[in-house]
């Protein structure tokens, strides 16, 4: 079986079974009065583990009664079982001090794994809630080698809800489960289903089959995508009848799932993404956000982490447009606030910068190569940002360039296209600090394979795409294909995984149907300043 596939049917069994696990020894129909009715097997069972447990519990929410009682039932009245399990799970709590790690510092997880516990549904219950949408990129993070921290995350997710049931329980007795919401929107098999990320959930998995059995009163998955719903209905008959209840999907209908949800929580302490009134938080930091001072706000971790790469790298910058604190600050973003990497990184692109002579590229003499490749640059968006715009129709014939031995010209032409519209971004700024981005529209009518596709055509692409990647990292706000043909549409989307989380944010794709993707235009750029192309007024030069 394919490995991707295993991936994803792991990933899917784990959504379910977490959940489900954390209902498997209390429906959710239950009151906790009803709960403490005991057999006179369960009573005999459950006063001979608490007898022989007590003692070896430290935490306080594992001495409770309630929490007892599902453990015993969870192990089906098996004593000894029962304890031997829960030791294992006293000594795991020792070795990874859960008791203390609500008071460590999350702040490199958190941003790119959002996770939130901080509200309560309408009968009191504590409710955690995440979304896809533009996080939880699992590859990207194991790929970095930091597994470990996310694993510990993963923990303090998973006894951070626990910690707050048992915080409420306290002085409402009546209050013994907890709730959680996930939505899939932004779901995409490579960043949340990649082999690499399998270990991730079987980690959730065992968190909540081995330590939180029967907690979970409802687990919401909203935005589901086809797939997603139906291999969760798929693999429906080998969850538990507990699991099965706790468990409620919705696809991506708002008018289905929103009602539901404000049957149960209030809208005013839910986020948007989720039917509530709450501005995303995801929104506040936003690499397409036109508001600097939005983008300005930080975490206590990403200020300190600017302010020493910032230290660091300052001497060695040579262009005015490297020393922004805009490009600085998201520079050690896209790094991951590594200080280390993103210097060693910037003074690569320093050297670069020297050695190619980008300072005065902007006065060199592309005449031999600007007729064949046109780009443009001159003009700015509805909101004053610099674009840059070209088209591959009757032009752009790379392969024929290559063969005539310019491919030199051509890859410093690249980089007059790249850091040209950066130069023409920091003179504005000047002016108006709060343009700090540009935009990009690119028109593959007339494209074919033989003359922009050939292999001899591949290196050209991957110069420019390294240059944005590496070197201008949330500076494009919006990067815009129109009158692509299946082939790119599929091919762009095949690449998306291995695109910053930035470039994937910024890339808009639309096919040849002019009725589409004109309206999008319209209401970005005056129609007056683009070439008829682009579905303006011009006439194309």
């Not at 009245?77 to 294992?88: G, I, N, Q, S, T």
């Not at 509530?276 to 397409?288: K, M, Q």
């Not at 095949?494 to 209401?523: C, H, Q, V």
Request: glycine share 4%; aromatic share 12%.
């Amino acid at each position: 079986m394919n490995t991707q596939l295993v991936a994803f049917l792991f990933f899917l069994l784990v959504i379910s079974f977490e959940k489900n696990f954390a209902s498997a020894a209390s429906p959710s129909s239950y009151d906790v009065d009803k709960e403490l009715i005991l057999t006179e097997k369960e009573k005999i069972a459950f006063e001979t583990f608490r007898a022989a447990i007590i003692p070896e519990l430290k935490l306080e929410m594992m001495k409770n009664d309630l929490y007892l009682l599902r453990w015993i039932r969870a192990k089906r009245l098996d004593v000894k079982l029962a304890v031997r399990d829960m030791l294992e799970v006293v000594e795991f709590i020792r070795v990874n001090h859960i008791a203390t790690i609500m008071d460590e510092d999350f702040g490199d997880m958190i941003d790119e794994v959002p996770y939130n516990q901080d509200i309560v549904d309408l009968k009191g219950r504590p409710v955690g809630y995440g979304s896809f949408d533009g996080a939880w990129n699992i590859r990207r993070i194991v790929l970095q080698g930091r597994r470990p921290q996310l694993n510990r995350y993963l923990y303090k997710m998973t006894f951070g809800l626990m910690f707050k049931l048992a915080d409420i329980n306290k002085k409402q007795p009546n209050i013994t489960t907890f709730s959680v919401l996930v939505s899939f929107n932004g779901f995409n098999s490579a960043q949340h289903v990649c082999p690499l990320c399998v270990s991730t959930y079987v980690t959730l998995l065992q968190l909540y089959e081995r330590f939180l059995p029967g907690f979970v009163e409802q687990v919401i998955v909203i935005n589901a995508p086809t797939s997603i719903h139906v291999f969760l209905n798929v693999i429906r008959p080998v969850l538990s009848e507990h699991t099965n209840r706790a468990l409620k999907i919705f696809g991506q209908n708002k008018n289905v799932w929103k009602p539901y949800l404000d049957a149960r929580f209030d809208p005013n302490k839910l986020p948007e993404g989720f039917g509530g009134n709450i501005l995303d938080s995801s929104a506040v930091v936003s690499a397409s956000n036109d508001v600097v001072d939005k983008e300005l706000i930080l975490t206590e971790k990403e200020k300190i982490a600017f302010a020493k790469f910032r230290a660091a790298i300052m001497p060695n910058l040579t262009i005015d447009m490297m020393k922004h604190d805009i490009f600085l600050l998201r520079w050690i973003r896209a790094k991951n606030l590594n200080v280390e990497r993103a210097k060693r990184d910037m003074l690569e692109m320093v050297k670069f910068v020297r050695e190619k002579n980008i300072t005065n590229i902007m006065n060199e003499d592309f005449s031999d190569i600007n007729d064949d490749f046109p780009y443009h640059m001159d003009i700015v968006d509805l909101k004053g940002r610099p674009v840059g715009y070209g088209s591959t129709e009757g032009a752009w014939n790379i392969r024929r360039t290559i063969l005539q031995g310019k491919q030199a010209q051509l890859t410093r032409y690249v980089y007059r296209m790249v850091f040209g519209i950066m130069f023409k971004l920091l003179e504005i700024n000047k002016t108006q600090p709060n343009i700090t981005k540009f935009s990009v529209i690119v028109s593959f009518d007339g494209f074919n394979l033989v003359q922009h596709g050939c292999p001899l055509c591949l290196s050209t692409y991957i110069t420019l795409l390294n240059l944005y990647e590496n070197y201008l990292p949330g500076c494009s706000e919006e990067i815009l294909v129109i009158n692509a043909p299946t082939s790119i549409n599929l091919l762009i989307n095949m690449l998306r995984p291995f695109f910053s989380e930035y470039t994937n944010r910024a890339l808009k794709i639309f096919g040849p149907n002019k009725n589409a993707w004109k309206p999008y235009l319209d209401a970005r750029f005056d129609p007056d300043k683009l070439p008829e192309l682009f579905g303006g007024n011009i006439l194309d030069r």
